[in-house]
């Protein structure tokens, strides 16, 4: 603590919507939900194999909990860890049980006409990065209890 870390990038991310960013092995990320009611999905991929991805199935018994705490590791398909909870002030859990929401989640809930997805904004924000992938993993849910 006491360290200063210069900020890279800061980004406001507007509610129903995506950003998707590089980051190196080593770099911190922040995720701040400042208006307190924003749940943000979650994705981390391996660049150079887009089939090593944080995997909430694979991260759970690699950890042998169902939410990750401060100081535990997302861990990937490939069983590594990907991402770690260096600090939280949530108050809540962050969820790895539910899928991303999507067109199909809305019609089953009555919704009509086109409604924003964390799973369009998912593939907006590959498309942004010039990357593509034919299905939606399931995403670390933050801030979502």
Known sequence: MGMYIKVKHDWHVPA????????KKGDLIR????????PVDFWAFNRRDLSEF??????????????PH????????HR????TLIEDHSPGQHDMQFAACDKWRYK???AKGKHAS???????ALKSLKLKLPFTPQPWNLFTN
């Open 16 to 23: 129903r919507t995506g950003r998707g960013f590089e980051v």
């Open 31 to 38: 995720i701040t939900d400042l208006q307190g009611q924003q």
């Open 54 to 67: 944080l995997s909430c199935e694979h991260t759970k018994p690699s950890i042998e909990k169902l939410y």
């Open 70 to 77: 401060q100081g535990d590791a997302a861990y990937t398909t």
């Open 80 to 83: 590594r860890p990907i991402v």
């Open 108 to 110: 089953e809930l009555g």
């Open 118 to 124: 964390c799973t369009d904004n998912f593939h907006m």
